[in-house]
């Protein structure tokens, strides 16, 4: 039996944490920033943790992480 690759997009976009949770950047901070108030902007810079209902569907295409 092979081994499962790595979907490599999803690898160089999420990350695990210590304690096995997996950690995303915000979208919506690439372009368009003008119109966007200062506060906005600011919590879009913040990590955030993957919600728990996605966390299967990151599994499959990264079998290494921890459930």
Known sequence: MPKIKTHKS???RFSVTGTGKITHHKAGKRHLLTHKSTKRKRNLRDVDMLSHADRERVHQMMPY???
């Open 10 to 12: 999803a690898a160089k």
């Open 65 to 67: 992480m921890p459930r």
